[in-house]
C-alpha cells in the first residue's frame, strides 16, 4: 500500500511507542517523515533505521520556539508539510486532584495539550499552503470515559480530543482535516511503569477491553496512517476509537 506515496508527515513524539510505530507506518506507505522528539538520539537512531525517506529533529511541544522550528525543518528538508501527528505526552502522575501536585498537572497538560495547540500552530499553514493535508491527535479512551487518580491524564485527552473538532471546524475551508485517534492500553514502555512485563500488562489490563487484551502499536499506526491519508477524505473532527471497546462497556 502506498496511500501516503510522497507526503510529509510530521511527527511530534516519534522516538519510541505509538510514535515510532507510527513513522515506521508512514515510511511503509511511501511517505517522507521528520521524527520530532524532545529526546533527540533516539528519534535519531530511528531516523536512521527508517532510510533516506526520515529526518529527525529535537523538539519540546511546549516550547513555542521549539514548535516552530521542528516545522521550519520539515519545510527546509522537504519543502511541504502534508500530515501532522501529535503524539508527545508527558509521564501521568497517579492522583487525585487533591493529591496532585500543580507542576505535574502543568506539565501534563503543558506537553498533551498545549503542545499540540503549538504544534498545530506552525503546521496547519504550512499544511494549507501545501494543498491541505490531516492533522491526527493521539488522545485515549480516557479522554472518553474516566478512571480512577489520573486527574490531569483525563482532562489533557479530553481537549485534545475537543481540541481537534474545534480545528476541524476552523480549517475545513483550507483543506486541512483534523481528527483525533483514541486508543486503549497499548503494549509500550509507558506501561513499565506499572507492570513488570507486557505479560503483565496484558493479564492486568486485557479483560477491561472487550477483545481481552491491549493493541500493539501497530495496530494504533494502521489507524493514524489511515486518517492520515486520502482514504479518509470525508473524515474531520471526529474522534476514532481504536480501543479493543473498552469505553463500550
Avoid at 86 to 96: E, L, M, V
Avoid at 202 to 215: D, E, F, M, V, Y
Wanted: with cysteine; charged share 20%.
Amino acid at each position: 500500500m502506498n496511500r501516503l506515496q510522497d507526503s510529509v508527515v510530521l511527527i511530534a513524539g516519534a522516538a519510541s511507542g505509538i510514535g515510532a510505530a507510527i513513522a515506521r507506518r508512514c515510511i511503509a506507505e511511501g511517505a517522507k517523515v521528520v521524527c520530532a522528539d524532545y529526546d533527540l538520539e533516539p528519534a535519531s537512531q530511528l531516523a536512521d533505521t527508517l532510510g533516506p525517506a526520515a529526518a529527525a529533529c529535537r523538539c519540546d511541544v511546549t516550547d513555542i520556539g521549539s514548535a516552530d522550528s521542528a516545522v521550519e525543518f520539515a519545510r527546509q528538508k522537504y519543502g511541504r508539510l502534508d500530515g501532522l501527528v501529535h503524539n508527545a505526552a508527558a509521564p501521568s502522575t497517579s492522583a487525585t486532584v487533591v493529591d496532585l501536585d500543580e507542576s505535574a498537572w502543568r506539565r501534563e497538560i503543558d506537553v498533551g495539550l498545549t503542545g499540540a495547540f503549538l504544534m498545530s500552530k506552525y503546521a496547519v499553514p504550512l499544511i494549507a499552503a501545501s494543498g491541505g493535508g490531516s492533522v491526527v491527535f493521539i488522545g485515549s479512551q480516557f479522554g472518553r470515559v474516566a478512571t480512577t487518580r489520573a486527574v490531569a491524564y483525563c482532562a489533557a485527552k479530553a481537549g485534545l480530543i475537543h481540541l481537534a473538532k474545534a480545528m476541524a471546524v476552523d480549517h475545513a475551508a483550507d483543506k486541512v482535516r483534523v481528527n483525533s485517534l483514541s486508543p486503549g492500553a497499548v503494549a509500550t514502555t509507558r506501561l513499565l511503569r506499572r507492570f513488570k512485563d507486557f505479560e503483565g500488562a496484558n493479564a492486568g489490563l486485557g479483560p477491561a477491553h472487550l477483545l481481552g487484551r491491549i493493541a500493539e502499536p501497530e495496530e494504533i499506526a494502521a489507524a493514524a496512517a489511515f486518517l492520515l491519508s486520502s482514504d479518509a477524505s470525508f473524515i474531520t473532527g471526529s474522534d476514532m476509537l481504536v480501543d479493543g471497546g473498552y469505553a463500550t462497556r
